[in-house]
């Protein structure tokens, strides 16, 4: 692969602890554009799509592809990029699964969260939980948090792990619970978490009209890797990790030379919001500094990639399995039509271009780490 | 644009004639998602919905409705 331009120096690296890190600090290469033929399999390169690791060195993906209701299959063979039909997903019967937002690789199957509900495979048939019916005690409406609903992406559980973990927030109460639910047992589990409640009240905008509430897109990301499950949140620089194995909760704060710590706070000065007034505010909100969820590169690296709308810039940050942040590059400065959308493949980053020419074809580039 | 009308035309249709299909719907600037979100107030079932609009960087809406709506297949259910 013919590598465009290449090599960033660190100068910056910060940790929480202030340590230097001895994880080495990688350089990072940007391909030539690349194209895909999405109409292959009826996709269209405008939407991005929730999509599921079929191992745990993501080397090959499950990708929802709405249009034909099929998990088609996107991977790296031949150092090509190769994306084939599925079967379909029914929506009835023994295996049908009605809705959802994301989806995982499980043991025994597919596991689907769809926006209260939980649906996977146990016993030759899809089993279906709703959420609303098995915690509240109230009856309360129950909501599914933790996915990174731009990207499309929420790993909620971890390769050979019987569980999967959500947030959950109270309909009523707008109380955030961390929870586990063993697949096997069918039993929840309330994991003890500190959230950033504080700055998530001064980021959340709302519409509330009756039993109605919109908001915007405030809501801490999950994702589980092995032991350990990281929260972050759209507005700002916080990363939180939890041990599984002892319980033990770590808040980290990362400074950036290249991008502003958090989000402006949006202007709320006629409260309550009516509906237009909401959405204006919340474009505002968006278009400001966006934090994307964390995920894993490989077996030595976490990254997050940051956003500017504004000034259309993409910086990707990167951190050591002991959460040392270890690099930060601004991709923008390197290839300016690298667009926002990321899933790490195969030991690299897969970025879509914010090139857009046609519907049918995905340009993309691949962000490599050495 | 074929897919995202088709998505957009799909959604216009299902309001319209059946209850609302899915969680997550794709919409195409301000006046679209705000006509989706009434809706589904008036059309859905109790639940969360997510909306992405696909013209304003994917901008990302929460819905959440306690009680089924007036128009949806779910009441007096």
């Given amino acids: 692969m013919k590598v465009k331009i290449l090599i960033i120096y660190l100068s910056f690296m910060v940790s929480c602890t202030g340590e230097k890190s001895p994880v080495h600090q990688p350089n990072v290469s940007i391909s030539e554009e690349q194209v895909l033929n999405f109409g292959d399999v009826g996709l269209s390169a405008t939407v991005y799509y929730s999509s599921a690791p079929l191992d745990s060195k993501f080397s090959s993906y499950l990708l929802f592809n709405p249009f034909f209701r099929r998990l088609d299959t996107l991977k790296v063979q031949n150092n090509e990029l190769i994306l084939a039909a599925g079967i379909e997903l029914p929506f009835e019967g023994p295996f049908g699964v009605p809705e959802f937002n994301f989806f995982a690789v499980g043991n025994n199957g597919n596991i689907f969260l769809s926006g209260n509900q939980l649906y996977f495979t146990l016993n030759k048939e899809i089993q279906n939980v709703n959420l609303t019916e098995e915690i509240s005690s109230n009856g309360s409406l129950i909501s599914i948090l933790g996915g990174d609903s731009k990207n499309k992406t929420f790993h909620f559980s971890s390769a050979n792990n019987n569980s999967l973990f959500v947030i959950i927030r109270d309909f009523e109460t707008r109380a955030l619970t961390l929870i586990s639910y063993n697949l096997l047992t069918s039993s929840f589990t309330t994991i003890p978490f500190s959230f950033a409640i504080e700055q998530m009240n001064d980021h959340r905008i709302a519409h509330e009209q009756g039993p109605m509430m919109v908001e915007n897109s405030f809501f801490p990301f999950l994702s589980v890797y092995d032991s350990t499950l990281i929260i972050s949140y759209p507005f700002f620089n916080e990363i939180s990790t939890l041990s599984l194995k002892n319980r033990n909760q770590q808040d980290f704060i990362f400074e950036s030379k290249f991008f502003k710590n958090k989000k402006n706070l949006p202007i709320k000065n006629a409260e309550p919001l009516d509906l237009r007034t909401f959405l204006e505010t919340s474009s505002i909100w968006n278009s400001d500094v966006n934090f994307g969820s964390l995920l894993r590169l490989n077996e030595e690296f976490y990254f997050r990639v940051v956003e500017e709308q504004n000034s259309e810039k993409v910086y990707l940050e990167i951190f050591s399995n002991e959460f040392v942040k270890v690099g930060e590059y601004n991709l923008s400065a390197i290839e300016p039509n690298i667009g926002t959308f990321h899933l790490p493949l195969n030991g690299k980053i897969l970025f879509g271009s914010s090139k857009k020419n046609t519907e049918d074809i995905l340009n993309y580039f691949w962000v490599n780490l050495e | ?77």
Avoid: R
């Fill in chain 2, 1 to 77: 644009m074929k897919k995202i009308l088709f998505v957009l035309a799909f959604g216009l249709i299902s309001f319209s004639v059946f209850p609302c299909q899915g969680t997550n719907w794709n919409s195409c600037g301000l006046e679209s998602t705000h006509d989706m979100i009434i809706d589904a107030f008036s059309n859905c079932c109790a639940g969360n919905f997510t909306i992405t609009d696909l013209c304003n960087n994917y901008q990302v809406t929460f819905v959440s409705v306690s009680q089924d709506g007036p128009n949806s297949s779910c009441i007096g259910g």
